[in-house]
């Protein structure tokens, strides 16, 4: 395998550049400095949905031209992209919120540039993952980021079971209308005692986090008319360290030791000895005492 490396530093050179902008995920002053500067003096913007985006260029008076880029034109809009970025424009991507590529379109676009070495600019911005997971409570790494499961039943099932063997804390997206239905599934999956954060409407006016079970969570999402995007943070999978099983010959030494050392009457030491490794007093018993059955 040939290493490649290819600079993003801003010099000149025969192609263009794919800049990936974010954009706020609620609270529209999460826009740095850096992306408006970008969006401004990029020739073209791929937006994922032009109405959308257009409502933040007229804030911040951008007035560089768009072009929708959606999952639903992908491929058709690559080949025009690319021969623009070849002919040494420049293009910035932006999602409707967040960051491109984080479950939003982008990702090909990308792989497509690399393939034909046009240099890739990625912007650092506003994620509703990692916002809501630091503020979450639930240990922040090591971390796995799944966003949407699928809606086919099938491939549902599968993550759902890849997910319930995490160890790791998890982190979900989910739409209202769809937040009962995914409660359940993931309670049935992973348990009812699982914790679960829920954020809502993240740095907007009516940011909250609902934190439980997920029972509790399931229970709530009946009872209420749920509202806002959902961003969820799961409790990874607990592991339970086993105890060494102990050779007779071991738990016969423990024993004696503790005659020994600490002067203990047989009955005391034996007793001491079922509670450390979690055995009955009588196996114990039995086993210091030579006593068959």
């Not at 804030?59 to 690559?78: C, D, L, V, W, Y």
């Not at 806002?228 to 423990?254: A, D, N, R, T, Y």
Request: charged share 25%; glycine share 6%; hydrophobic share 40%.
């Amino acid at each position: 395998m040939t290493l490649e490396a290819l600079s993003s530093f801003d010099q000149k050179q025969p192609n263009g550049t794919l800049f990936l902008v974010p954009t706020p995920i609620g609270n529209l002053q999460d826009m740095t400095f850096r992306a408006v500067e970008a969006l401004k003096t990029v020739d073209l913007i791929a937006a994922e949905d032009t109405r959308n985006t257009q409502k933040l260029l007229n804030f911040f008076e951008i007035p560089t031209p768009q072009i929708s880029f959606h999952e639903h034109n992908t491929q058709e809009r690559i080949p025009l992209l690319l021969k623009k970025l070849l002919a040494g424009g420049k293009i910035a991507q932006v999602s409707d919120a967040g960051m491109p590529s984080i479950s939003d379109p982008g990702h090909e676009l990308v792989k497509a540039c690399i393939a034909k070495k046009i240099p890739v600019v990625a912007l650092p911005g506003a994620n509703a993952g990692l916002t809501a997971l630091i503020a979450s409570g639930l240990a922040p790494q090591p971390f796995l980021f799944f966003g949407f499961l699928s809606r086919q039943k099938k491939e549902r099932q599968r993550e759902l079971k890849f997910l319930a063997d995490q160890q790791v804390t998890m982190i979900l997206y989910e739409a209202p209308h769809h937040l009962k239905q995914t409660l359940n599934d993931l309670t049935v999956a992973l348990g009812s005692s699982r914790r679960i954060v829920m954020g809502r409407e993240l740095t907007k006016k009516f940011e909250e986090y609902l934190r439980s079970n997920l029972a509790e969570a399931l229970e709530w999402s009946q009872t209420q008319s749920v509202r806002g995007e959902f961003c969820l943070l799961i409790q990874g999978k607990k592991i339970e360290k086993k105890k060494p099983v102990l050779s007779p010959e071991q738990i016969e030494q423990q024993v004696t030791e503790l005659l020994q050392k600490q002067n203990l009457k047989t009955n005391a030491a034996i007793k001491e000895v079922a509670k450390k490794n979690d055995l009955k007093k009588q196996v114990v018993y039995k086993i210091f005492h030579h006593l068959g059955g």
